[in-house]
């Protein structure tokens, strides 16, 4: 059955491709091509509860043209709804409960009069009507937006990206981290030999009279914004099932373009249920089964969209035996999606537990020997220009600016949880990741739809000091919040060697190492940054054999030493 918004929009398709054309995008600013940044007075006035997409995807134009609804509660009186919109689209209406809508729009921002004072704790929904050329993708998904490619027989390939630029570049929405819709409605149109991948599950197809169709995806959970995407091609559907640890049969779906279905089907039925079967033994059951686990194939690497993950690694295995780049992506359901950082500054949450996660798989597949080799490849990553946690609000090109972490957020997080590993133990620790993640350490007895929740580091702290029984602000101090990477002094003091723990502005921190000596390896503990070895010279001793805490070693670069290189070989 066709819905009268189709009708109505098609009957206008004429004038819409004629306005498409002649809108070519200008230059968008600096505060459209970010994300996260700190909400305004404005923004915080209210709550997204729902975003209803109705986009026709013009392929010859690479534009779109639809509407936008966007249903919120007022967390304040309210008689302004503020947006973040890309300026360079053209808005032809704006509806709500009362007619059309007077509207003020800047390069970066929509202010839209809702013709009332909406109180606080009412809901209210606006519909934006608008067309235009979106952001063109210039190096997906890292410079992300809207990929107008070819599959190799020569047929469309769309795919959407914007983790770094936010969802003001595709459509009018509240674009910070700390408010996901609780659902969105996806109504997308393509011409009749493309499908549709999205987020969700598909509700129908929609046959439109010109030979087009109209496809219905729909999710019912929190959804991370830059986890919303369309795959769009002439895609080979695989399915499959798998069946969770707390009983859920969860469907399967690997979205793969015709040329490559076969190559699909094989990592599909080798590598989807093993790495699911990985997340749910050390993490916990899978948190959409009730919607999907799904993979669409990408024109570029890969993002971690929920329930429908972009893959695009060409169906290799790496050197450990495996697809690294779907595994990574699969642990951003957990750590990204069902659990999210409220805040930029917090998106080691997401990147540093699913780093860890890779070298914990290679462990249980290749063995010991691989584990080890792939942390020290991590290891040799880590830059230490700025703490991997910086305190304040960080937008996303702050984070990966000259203040922010950047790419330490994966490597030096990962060893950050790694040595935080050996601190509380293992039992200890992964309860640490599952209360962090479902609020419990028996998450087996929850059933879908699983609570998603925002996480900052500050609660993760709480979370490991409540285990651990002890307050552990000191190892996320120098772990999490400084800059430099600790270092360990070995020194021989008479008969004794003395270990000594130096620390950025000498901040206290009593990390325990595992040392061998006469051939047997114990826990060393410290007090005020020291330990004592009786009777011990440092020939005698082996500190820290199985790489088990993370330390600055005469391997790893400082970060002034990694700059004069990199301005070397620009030279």
């Not at 094989?266 to 590598?271: G, H, P, S, V, Y």
Request: proline share 6%; with cysteine; aromatic share 10%.
């Amino acid at each position: 059955m066709k819905s009268s918004s189709n009708r109505i929009a098609l009957s206008c398709l004429a004038a819409v491709l004629v306005l498409v054309s002649a809108c070519e995008p200008g230059s968008r600013n600096a505060t459209t091509m970010d994300t996260g940044l700190p909400l305004s007075e404005g923004l915080q006035a209210y709550d997204v509860l729902r975003y209803t997409l109705r986009n026709e995807i013009l392929v010859d134009r690479e534009a779109i043209a639809g509407s936008a609804s966007v249903r919120f509660a007022a967390l304040r009186d309210m008689d302004t709804l503020e947006l973040d919109f890309d300026g360079t689209f053209h808005i032809d209406s704006i509806d709500g409960p009362g007619g059309t809508l007077d509207h003020e729009a800047t390069e970066s921002k929509l202010f839209i009069k809702l013709g009332e004072t909406v109180p606080a704790g009412e809901t209210r929904e606006v519909t934006v009507r608008y067309r235009g050329k979106p952001v063109v993708a210039k190096r997906p998904p890292w410079d992300g937006g809207f990929q107008w490619a070819e599959t190799p027989s020569g047929k469309p390939w769309i795919a959407t990206s914007f983790q770094g630029e936010g969802c003001d570049i595709w459509w009018p929405c509240k674009d910070h981290p700390s408010d996901e819709p609780d659902g969105v409605d996806l109504h997308i149109t393509v011409p009749g030999d493309l499908t549709v991948a999205s987020n969700g599950v598909l509700v129908g197809v929609t046959d439109e009279p010109d030979g087009r169709k109209t496809f219905h995806w729909q999710t019912n959970v929190p959804t991370n914004l830059y986890g919303i995407a369309l795959n769009i091609g002439p895609y080979e559907l695989i399915e499959g099932t798998h069946t969770s640890t707390n009983g859920t049969e969860i469907p399967l779906a690997f979205w793969a373009i015709e040329d490559h279905a076969d190559d699909a089907r094989k990592l599909f039925d080798t590598e989807m249920n093993e790495m699911v079967a990985f997340f749910e033994k050390f993490a916990g059951p899978y948190p959409w089964g009730q919607e999907k686990l799904g993979i669409a194939e990408t024109p570029h690497l890969g993002m971690e969209h929920q329930t429908i993950n972009a893959y695009g690694n060409e169906f290799k295995r790496d050197k450990y035996g495996f697809d690294w780049l779907l595994h990574h992506e699969l642990a951003h359901e957990w750590f990204g999606n069902l659990v999210s950082a409220s805040d930029y500054a917090d998106l080691w949450i997401h990147e540093g537990f699913g780093a860890y996660m890779q070298p914990v798989y290679t462990q249980e597949v290749m063995g010991d020997a691989a584990f080890h080799a792939r942390m020290y490849e991590a290891y040799l990553g880590i830059r230490a220009c700025n703490p991997v946690a910086p305190r304040g609000e960080f937008s996303d090109d702050r984070l990966h600016g000259d203040e922010g972490p950047g790419g330490d957020i994966y490597g030096r997080g990962a060893w950050t949880l790694h040595s935080l590993r050996y601190l509380m133990g293992d039992e200890p620790f992964w309860e640490s990741v599952r209360v962090l993640l479902y609020d419990t350490p028996d998450p087996e007895t929850l059933e879908p739809p699983i609570a998603a929740r925002h996480r900052t580091t500050d609660d993760y702290l709480e979370i490991t000091s409540t285990i651990a029984g002890r307050d552990l602000s000191w190892f996320f101090e120098v772990y999490f919040r400084s800059t430099a990477v600790p270092e360990l002094v070995a020194r021989q003091e008479g008969a004794d060697v003395v270990l000594e723990w130096k620390t950025e502005d000498d901040l206290p921190f009593d990390m325990p190492v595992p040392v061998r000596r006469s051939g047997e390896v114990v826990r060393v503990e410290f007090s005020s940054n020291t330990a004592r070895l009786a009777g011990l010279s440092i020939a005698e001793v082996q500190i820290d054999p199985f790489m088990q805490v993370l330390r600055k070693l005469p391997s790893l670069p400082t970060c002034a030493e990694r700059e004069a290189e990199a301005k070397k070989a620009e030279s």
